[in-house]
């Protein structure tokens, strides 16, 4: 998250910082402060910080009577350990964890919330300066600015698959010391084997009856561990905000190359199961028409970053919460909703559009139509495989696996791609040549670049079911063939005044050319560099 704030009168105009200082939780926040909290253009030190939090806290009480403050926490931590101190000069110590507030467990009054900080900060500030050391500010209006720039460089720490298994490894596999549950007669947290889910499944972005916002139970949890460890003398993970929240540093997190599959008695492929409620006494119950789809849900793991891409609210099958009808437990959201929801992003839909906004995809997809695409039944087939007769679900899982994996041997079956021969290898385009001649094409070279970005996608090899799929993205609207209509064969040379969708040939070519390079990152010919496609004229003519 990279944000540019400016403060005045008293408002936080900044948006989508809430996530420090929403909750009132300022994280290791106010350790023994060293410089003011004032940020501008002529102090690029504090620039694309990830260690900058809003001390605003005292919302919870009323307006604010001045700005509030931007505090640099990684700056002040590095300065007290100078000292030979740590988290503990600032964070009170708790019955388990240290408090995130600054030199309390909680926010009693606005009155003594308020001398907390006015007092220590500024005292521990004074004392600094008796000792002749670099300090911070004293005065208010050095850390209440009324106009500041401040540059935040803030990405949110996630556990994908690769650092789950550094994690799981350093435990040895006793996932108890960070999974647990709550057991609501004894009101006491346990261990529950073989029942491990994402800690968002009950932590949510703010806190809820007893259980604390994701942000507090990570915080805690997280930096305790990693203090424990680095106490015992061993490898431990960050304790500063930039080690897990900077980009940079981000980048430089060690992850293996080879990750164990993660196991929770997922199936390797099985088939998507729908859910109906049982129909009233009496009334037959109805028939499902949709054919079934196999899916390869092993296959899934690899590209999905952590369990939680699909399974959001619960490590279980879809259909438990969104059934055919809708659910309360599913907020109402169909089974053919939660799986078809285009601009979402936990569909199956969804997740493939965003892969299709890649580079390599982008050239052919951007320009396609949703309803073209989805509302198909050539895409429908490519997950609903159609059978000649109806598949009954097998009973077993053995049975189901088998037949699931069967279903998607069928479906990977494609055909050759087209024979080289029958690719022209150079296309003249010189139907509207005027003050400029005829482009010569290099066809079949970008065929076969086309063709060999995409030739390791799993998504594509499903989807390109012909070997004429990929033909389609510039020879569009008309049926799958190896010599397909010209151009010229719909787009005449001026506008269709009666279907506004379909452009004059002129700008028909610009258009597909110039989109697709855009999209791809197809840095030349510059698409505003007329000659870098064809030379210019000498003799223009108007009758050709």
């Known amino acids: 998250m990279r944000i540019s704030a400016r403060m ?82 600032c964070h009170p110590k708790g019955e388990k964890y240290l ?36 300090s911070g500010p004293v005065t208010c209006g050095e850390c209440h600015v009324a106009e500041a720039e401040v540059l935040i460089e803030h990405n949110p720490m996630g556990m994908d698959a690769a650092l789950h298994h550094r994690h799981a490894k350093a435990a040895d596999n006793e996932c108890r010391h960070c999974h647990h549950a709550y057991n609501a007669e004894t009101q006491q947290l346990y261990y ?96 499902d028409r949709m054919a079934v789809v196999p899916f390869d849900h092993q296959q ?33 959201v169909k089974l053919a909703q939660a799986m078809h929801q285009a601009d979402s992003e936990r569909s199956c839909v969804g997740c493939h559009n965003r892969k299709k906004a890649r580079p390599e995809c982008a050239g052919c997809h951007a320009a396609m139509p949703a309803q073209r695409v989805w509302a198909s039944e050539t895409a429908c087939r490519v997950c609903h495989i159609p059978q000649e007769a109806p598949v009954q679900r097998p009973s077993d899982d053995e049975s189901l696996r088998a037949l699931a994996a069967a279903m998607i041997y069928q479906r990977r079956q494609q055909e050759a791609p087209p024979d080289q021969n029958d690719i022209p290898e150079t296309v003249t385009i010189g139907h509207l040549k005027d003050a400029y001649e005829a482009v010569r094409m290099p066809h079949r070279r970008i065929y076969n670049r086309m063709a060999e970005m995409i030739r390791d996608d799993n998504l594509a090899a499903v989807f390109h079911t012909a070997p004429t799929t990929l033909c389609q993205g510039c020879h569009h609207n008309s049926p799958s063939s190896l010599k397909p209509p010209q151009c010229g064969s719909c787009h005449g040379r001026t506008s269709d005044a009666l279907n506004l969708t379909r452009p004059g040939l002129m700008a028909a070519f610009h258009e597909q050319c110039m989109q697709c390079h855009e999209r791809m990152g197809i840095e030349k010919p510059a698409k505003r560099e007329c000659r870098a496609c064809h030379a210019e004229r000498a003799n223009p003519r108007h009758d050709d």
């Open 300 to 332: 899934h793991e690899k590209v999905g970053g952590n369990c939680r891409t699909c399974h959001h609210a619960a490590l279980s099958a879809c259909v438990k919460c969104h059934t055919l009808e809708g659910d309360p437990d599913g907020d109402q």
């Open 192 to 287: 529950a084997k073989g029942e491990e889910g994402s800690c968002r499944y009950c932590h949510k972005e703010q806190t809820e009856e007893n259980r604390s916002a994701f942000q507090t139970a990570a915080h805690r949890g997280c930096i305790a561990c990693h203090r424990a460890k680095r106490a015992q003398k061993e490898i431990s993970g960050p304790i500063d905000c930039g080690g897990c929240h900077d980009p940079q540093r981000q980048a430089l997190i060690s992850r293996p190359e080879q990750v164990p599959r993660l196991k929770r008695n997922q199936p390797d492929k099985t088939l998507v199961k729908a859910h109906r409620s049982e129909p009233p006494a009496g009334e037959p119950k109805t028939i």
């Open 99 to 134: 408090s995130l507030k600054y030199r309390r467990a909680a926010d009693v009054d606005k009155t003594t919330a308020m001398a907390v900080y006015h007092d220590d900060c500024i005292a521990c500030h004074v004392d600094y300066r008796k000792r002749d050391i670099r």
């Open 8 to 89: 005045g009168k008293g408002l936080n105009q900044i948006k989508g910082f809430g996530l420090w200082a929403a909750s009132g939780l300022i994280l290791i926040a106010l350790v023994t402060g060293l410089t003011s909290a004032r940020t501008s253009a002529s102090a690029p030190e504090a620039d694309k910080r990830a260690d900058a939090i809003l001390i605003d806290g005292l919302k919870a009480f009323g307006p604010l009577e001045r700005p509030p403050v931007y505090f640099f926490h990684d700056r002040h931590t590095e300065a007290v350990a100078k000292q030979g101190k740590d988290c503990l000069a």
